[in-house]
């Protein structure tokens, strides 16, 4: 049983850590502080809070977090991996190794697709590695369709019905 809630203040090192899981890198993966602040990846966290900024966290019944999601705006001249526009966040998504497989992740995408609709986006999109066929099933089921292909990675796009 977990509990989805905004992420606090005091909680964004865990998020940070999350951001670090949620980069697929299966084989000599760099060290957590060398790849978040890597120039290419810096852009997800660096100043979190600016306007448009959003995560959701999952705690267990112990109130410990176990996952978390968030988007960021981005625009042309500061492009995220999975960029699609400046009015399309790019969202991220980790779930802590001891409970993946337990439906977590699907509980926090679906909370932040809400989100997003709530705060009136009509996109979210992301960028998943196209060796990752378990989250891209994931993702497909949960309505983002293919983007576009750049390397080894795939930006796809959950946009709101009717729009």
Excluded: C
């Excluded at 060398?34 to 448009?52: A, F, M, P, V």
């Amino acid at each position: 049983m977990v509990t989805i809630r905004t992420v606090e203040k005091n909680e964004l090192d865990f998020l940070t850590d999350m951001l670090y899981e949620s980069i697929h890198i299966l084989e000599n993966k760099p060290k957590k502080e060398d790849l978040i602040n890597s120039s290419h990846i810096k852009k997800y966290h660096e100043g979190w809070g600016r306007n448009g900024d959003t995560a959701l966290i999952a705690v267990n019944t112990n109130h410990q977090p176990v996952g978390a999601v968030w988007y960021r705006l981005f625009n042309k001249s500061n492009k995220g991996y999975g960029f699609v526009d400046r009015h399309t966040p790019e969202l991220g998504i980790a779930v802590a190794e001891e409970v993946r497989e337990k439906g977590i992740g699907t509980l926090l995408m679906k909370a932040i697709i809400d989100q997003a609709i709530n705060e009136g986006y009509k996109s979210i999109s992301l960028s998943v590695d196209l060796e990752n066929s378990h989250a891209i099933h994931i993702y497909k089921k949960l309505g983002f369709e293919e983007y576009e292909v750049s390397g080894t990675s795939m930006t796809m796009v959950f946009r709101v019905k009717g729009d």
